[in-house]
């Protein structure tokens, strides 16, 4: 599994984003995956989760309704729509894979991205 994101820069609050992240590794396969975040002065924290099929979802309390998680197990890339976007949502955005779990324990994961920027701020 390599992951990289993309997608990031800077918005206006209010405005809205698409993140990315593509998987180049041999294998995507039976891989749920999540997106993370780390602002200023934070520790890392869980935003989505998508299981393998996509057939499920989880968010944190802070992003329901606002964001949506998506993958193309096909293009072997998962989305993360982010909408009415708040100065709060300012963080580097990680995406993670791990087997079989898509919830909030960074600890489960096994293999991230590098990251991507995003800043809110009018």
């Known amino acids: 599994v390599q992951l990289q994101a993309s997608g990031g820069g800077s918005v206006q609050p209010g405005g809205s984003l698409r993140l990315s992240c593509v998987d180049s590794?041999?294998?995507?396969?039976?891989?749920?995956m999540g997106w993370f975040r780390q602002g200023p002065r934070r520790e890392r924290d869980f935003v989505a989760g998508?299981?393998?099929?996509?057939?499920?979802?989880t968010y944190a309390d802070s992003v329901k309704g606002r964001f949506i998680i998506s993958r193309d197990n096909v293009k072997r890339t998962v989305d993360l729509q982010m909408n009415s976007l708040k100065p709060e949502d300012t963080a580097i955005y990680y995406c993670?894979?791990?087997?079989?779990?898509?919830?909030?324990?960074?600890?489960?994961?096994?293999?991230w991205g590098q990251g991507t920027l995003v800043t809110v701020s009018s």
């Open positions: 998508i299981s393998w099929t996509g057939a499920t979802t």
């Open positions: 590794g041999r294998s995507f396969t039976g891989y749920a």
């Open positions: 993670a894979v791990a087997q079989n779990y898509f919830g909030d324990d960074s600890g489960e994961y096994t293999s």
